[in-house]
């Protein structure tokens, strides 16, 4: 049984989809932003950087959205290919979401929602560099059904952030492949049970008082 501690954020989405895509079995714990339960002791002997999401796969801890979807799709044999290039052209548009989509469109969200200046220029350079990365994979997109030709990793990394969009204020209009993709992606079922993690969880209030014994059992 793979422990899950997460949030519901596009982060968190990418590994409950994940898990869900390869039939894991996983038990959710929810971490409360509020109550900064990512940055007690116990957690952070998981994720030393107390961020969401990390999992523990017998003992094992595994932090970082992108190294936890290379660990699971490697422990599996599935969502990732086995030959050289078809691994590195995956984990090539796996790395275009960790170094680009999301930073960008993280930093877009909080200057757009949450910071209490409205510095529109700030604003614009992220949300002008959001869509930017957007045409780049609108434009992989027309050459492939998906980011790495088959479904698998790059495109769950990227789903969660890109379906959000409105969220930061960046438009997909005009871009006829990334909607086409996006479209594909929600209809999927695991998919659409990944999105409803931690929701289903059920031990909130217990999220890291088995951290420690996890880790070591």
Known sequence: MIDLYTAAT????????????????????ALSFDKKEQKTPEFLRINPNGRIPAIVDDGFAVFESGAILIYLAE????????????????IQWLMFQMGGVGPMQGQANVFFRYFPEKLQGTIE???NETRRLYEVLDSRLGE????????????IATYPWVRVHDWAGVSVDGLEHLQRWMAALDARPAVQRGLLIPERAKDDDRVVKTAQSMLTR
């Open 10 to 29: 596009p982060n968190g989405h990418k590994v409950s989809i994940a898990l869900e895509e390869l039939g894991l079995p996983y038990q959710v714990h």
């Open 125 to 127: 350079r992220y949300q």
């Open 144 to 155: 492939a059904e998906y980011l790495a030709g088959d479904y698998g990793i790059a495109d």
């Open 75 to 90: 422990k599996t044999g599935k969502l990732l290919p086995s030959d050289v290039k078809g691994r590195s052209l995956a």
